[in-house]
Each structure stands twice: as structure tokens, then as C-alpha cells.
Nanobody
Framework: QVQVAESGGGLVQAGGSLSLSCTAS????????MGWFRQAAGKEREGVSC????????FYGDSVKGRFTISRDNAKNTLYLQMNNLKPEDTAVYYC????????????????????WGQGAQVTVSS
């Protein structure tokens, strides 16, 4: 049984930093591209970032480029998201997901092509 679980997040003031982690079990972690998504209240899910199976390729949504960094440690079956210079509009529930394969589906598909999902972690940025 595949399990994906996020940790981290919380409350931070604008301009601050937070990090998220995601662990996956029940799958061969380094066979999957991994991604981060977010959904703010009343809004559609948005693709934040994706990293290929080796970590050699990374992709970001326009709204987080230059501020967020995705990384992975395949030895620990763990995905990370470092979020810097946070803005109130970054407030959302953040989800970790494993893609259906080794390459990243387009983030503009808002999650289509991702197979396994975590339950989400709340990130709140106060102004």
C-alpha cells in the first residue's frame, strides 16, 4: 500500500521561510517524479513544483520561481520544498504527489499525471 505524507508547514510572517517534507512508502521512490501542489480556499489546485526521478530536472510554477526550491533524497525516500520570501498569497494547503512515472507532467495540468497523493499540510503566511 502506497502512503505519502507531508510534514512541516505552519504559520509565518510575510518575508519569512518555511520548509515542507514528504515521505513516501510502498513504492520504489526513485522510480517516480515527485511534485508539490497547493490549493487555497476557494481556488483551484495549482502546480507548485516538480522534480524528476534523479533530481536532475526541476520545474516551478511562475508564482514561486526564484523563491521556492524543490529537492529530493532518494536514499531517505523524502521530498523537500524550501519556501523563502513567503507572501500572503502563498497561503494554502500544500500537497505532495508522486507522478505516474519518472518524468514530470506539466504543472499546468494541475495534478493530472500524478498518481499518489498526501493529505496535505497547511501553510499560512500573515501580512
Amino acid at each position: 500500500q502506497v502512503q505519502v505524507a507531508e510534514s512541516g508547514g505552519g504559520l509565518v510572517q510575510a518575508g519569512g521561510s518555511l520548509s515542507l517534507s514528504c515521505t513516501a512508502s510502498g513504492l520504489t521512490f526513485d522510480d517516480y517524479a515527485m511534485g508539490w501542489f497547493r490549493q487555497a480556499a476557494g481556488k483551484e489546485r495549482e502546480g507548485v513544483s516538480c522534480i524528476t526521478w534523479t533530481g536532475g530536472g526541476t520545474f516551478y510554477g511562475d508564482s514561486v520561481k526564484g523563491r521556492f526550491t524543490i529537492s529530493r533524497d532518494n536514499a531517505k525516500n523524502t521530498l523537500y520544498l524550501q519556501m523563502n520570501n513567503l507572501k500572503p498569497e502563498d497561503t494554502a494547503v500544500y500537497y505532495c504527489a508522486a507522478a505516474a512515472g519518472r518524468v514530470c507532467p506539466s504543472l499546468s495540468l494541475n495534478g493530472r499525471g500524478f498518481r499518489y497523493w498526501g493529505q496535505g499540510a497547511q501553510v499560512t503566511v500573515s501580512s
